[in-house]
Nanobody
Framework: QVQLVESGGGVVRAGNSLRLSCAASGRTFSSHVMGWFRQAPGKEREFVSTISWNGGSTDYADSVKGRFTISRDHAKNTVYLQMNSLKPEDTAVYYC?????????????????????WGQGTQVTVSS
């Protein structure tokens, strides 16, 4: 079992930055592919970013490429999502997730179905 707790959300003006954190406890954190997803009101949950268990591989949704950066700190059992140049369309609840799927050291996945543990979410609101 893995428990995930997100933090760092808030209300910011467009163009500003936020850093989300996801603290993990329970099973060995370092063996999990980790991901960030988001869900805006009235919309489906969508993939944002993912990072391999060794941190050597990452992937991003086209809508956030060049603006968001995912990273992980094994010593702190924490995954981060640095969000720069925020836009109003980034407004959503952001969820951290952990996958049990294994595909090699650099495996990443953008499929929500591959993630089995989810945090409670943190709200990000970007005003224009």
């Amino acid at each position: 079992q893995v428990q995930l707790v997100e933090s760092g959300g808030g209300v910011v003006r467009a163009g500003n930055s936020l850093r989300l954190s996801c603290a993990a406890s329970g099973r060995t954190f370092s063996s999990h592919v980790m991901g960030w997803f988001r869900q805006a009101p009235g919309k489906e949950r969508e993939f944002v970013s993912t990072i391999s268990w060794n941190g050597g591989s990452t992937d991003y949704a086209d809508s956030v490429k060049g603006r968001f950066t995912i990273s992980r700190d094994h010593a702190k059992n924490t995954v981060y999502l640095q969000m720069n140049s925020l836009k109003p369309e980034d407004t959503a609840v952001y969820y951290c997730a952990a996958s049990l799927k294994y595909g090699g050291a650099n495996f990443v996945t953008d499929r929500a179905a591959d993630y089995v543990y989810w945090g409670q979410g943190t709200q990000v609101t970007v005003s224009s």
